[in-house]
């Protein structure tokens, strides 16, 4: 049994049925307390200043991670600077395990893509299908968290972000992740709702400002804290939300066909409007990441999408500035009106 290193959300039910454990880069740089230094580390290895700090940032933490020897590095439906980061590892000596989602969700190319992980991890179908079982347990508890989070109001919106950002590994531990979302639902039915907005979508000055976020998981999770601070709650999280896999299916496959995250922006597109009904949202924050080709998607976003959007970009894990502050506050004071 192995640790494994993950650049994104890929088919983990691979892993597990290999015997190793998944581990999400994103999440260990992102929460670690040195996450700015190591940026600065990358920088100082060469990186250019005018790249991704969530790449510089995995490049590092992986660097300071010895336990995982191989990283499986998602080549197409994520970060097209991931190529050179892989090349970068290589030299370090970390072994490399490419993955690539089919730009048009073809089934048969996807279908092959998994059985070259299973291939090169030593499993078999049979032991994925198995762990598919396994995970769908646990990701119904993370479903719950999520429907807590809009339908009964309470939970917050980076509670409900943290959760389901860990889908993507379960953080190593599927059954203990379990029984730690088991403890929190039962703590969070005990609370008094986090809103006092009426079911009906009362617009009545004053009340809880309901929000999405959209686009990759914010380099600065303290964007939540500050929106709950001016009266706002994020009740749907995007891509995190993608990460738990809430689909109702029982071939793998198709269920990795329906994320839509590695695919055209459109599939995401019809998931957020869909989710924009269903939530009751007053607006929608467009997270970007500096120096990321999903910025040009913001273009179609706002031409597709009929509500108010306010286009955040973030850069590195320094907190939020008073740029940023001060475009949010407007933005909320605005949809307060």
Same mark, same amino acid.
């Given at each position: 049994?192995?640790?494994?290193?993950?650049?994104?959300?890929?088919?983990?039910?691979?892993?597990?049925a290999?015997?190793?454990?998944?581990?999400?880069l994103?999440?260990?740089? /992102? =929460?670690?307390?040195?996450a700015?230094?190591?940026?600065?580390?990358?920088?100082?290895?060469?990186?250019?200043?005018?790249?991704?700090?969530?790449?510089?940032?995995?490049?590092?933490?992986? $660097?300071?991670?010895?336990?995982?020897?191989r990283?499986v590095?998602?080549?197409?439906g994520?970060?097209?600077?991931?190529?050179? %980061?892989?090349?970068?590892?290589?030299v370090?000596?970390?072994?490399?395990?490419?993955?690539?989602?089919?730009?048009?969700? &073809?089934?048969?190319?996807?279908? $092959?893509?998994?059985?070259?992980?299973?291939?090169? %991890?030593? =499993?078999?179908?049979?032991?994925?299908?198995?762990?598919?079982?396994?995970? &769908? +347990?646990?990701?119904?508890?993370?479903?719950?968290?999520d429907?807590?989070?809009?339908?009964?109001?309470?939970v917050?919106?980076?509670?409900n972000?943290?959760?389901?950002v860990?889908?993507?590994d379960?953080?190593?531990?599927p059954?203990?992740?379990?029984r730690?979302? !088991?403890?929190f639902? +039962?703590?969070a039915?005990a609370?008094?709702? $986090?809103?006092?907005?009426?079911?009906?979508?009362?617009?009545?000055?004053?009340?809880?400002?309901?929000?999405?976020?959209?686009?990759?998981?914010?380099?600065?999770?303290?964007?939540?804290?500050?929106?709950?601070?001016?009266?706002?709650?994020?009740v749907?999280?995007? !891509?995190?939300?993608?990460?738990?896999?809430?689909?109702?299916?029982?071939?793998i496959?198709?269920?990795?066909?329906l994320?839509?995250?590695?695919?055209?922006?459109?599939?995401?597109?019809? &998931?957020?409007?869909?989710?924009?009904?269903?939530?009751q949202?007053?607006?929608?924050?467009?997270?970007? +990441?500096?120096?990321?080709?999903r +910025?040009?998607?913001?273009?179609? /976003?706002?031409?597709?999408?009929?509500?108010? /959007?306010?286009?955040?970009?973030?850069?590195?894990?320094?907190g939020?500035?008073?740029?940023?502050?001060m475009? !949010?506050?407007?933005?909320?004071?605005?949809?307060?009106?």
């Amino acid at each position: 049994m192995g640790k494994i290193g993950l650049t994104t959300t890929v088919p983990v039910e691979v892993i597990y049925a290999a015997g190793d454990i998944p581990v999400d880069l994103n999440n260990i740089f /992102i =929460t670690s307390s040195e996450a700015m230094h190591r940026v600065e580390e990358a920088e100082l290895a060469g990186f250019p200043r005018n790249v991704c700090g969530w790449i510089k940032g995995l490049y590092s933490t992986a $660097l300071h991670s010895p336990e995982i020897e191989r990283i499986v590095a998602v080549t197409q439906g994520d970060c097209s600077n991931t190529h050179a %980061l892989m090349e970068t590892w290589e030299v370090e000596g970390i072994g490399i395990i490419p993955f690539a989602f089919p730009y048009d969700r &073809d089934p048969d190319m996807l279908r $092959l893509q998994m059985d070259k992980l299973i291939e090169a %991890l030593g =499993t078999t179908w049979e032991g994925v299908n198995q762990q598919k079982k396994r995970l &769908d +347990q646990v990701r119904a508890l993370a479903w719950e968290i999520d429907r807590m989070t809009w339908e009964e109001n309470q939970v917050s919106g980076f509670e409900n972000h943290l959760y389901l950002v860990s889908c993507s590994d379960f953080n190593g531990d599927p059954e203990n992740f379990a029984r730690e979302m !088991v403890g929190f639902i +039962q703590t969070a039915r005990a609370r008094e709702p $986090l809103s006092a907005r009426a079911r009906s979508g009362s617009h009545a000055k004053g009340r809880e400002i309901r929000l999405g976020f959209i686009g990759v998981p914010p380099i600065f999770p303290e964007l939540y804290d500050f929106l709950e601070e001016n009266g706002a709650r994020v009740v749907f999280n995007e !891509v995190q939300r993608q990460f738990s896999m809430p689909f109702e299916t029982d071939d793998i496959v198709e269920q990795y066909r329906l994320y839509t995250y590695p695919y055209k922006v459109f599939q995401r597109i019809e &998931d957020i409007a869909c989710e924009m009904e269903r939530r009751q949202l007053d607006g929608i924050i467009h997270y970007t +990441q500096s120096f990321c080709y999903r +910025q040009i998607e913001d273009l179609i /976003i706002r031409k597709k999408l009929t509500c108010p /959007i306010l286009t955040l970009e973030g850069e590195n894990p320094m907190g939020l500035d008073a740029r940023t502050k001060m475009r !949010v506050e407007s933005f909320l004071s605005m949809l307060g009106d």
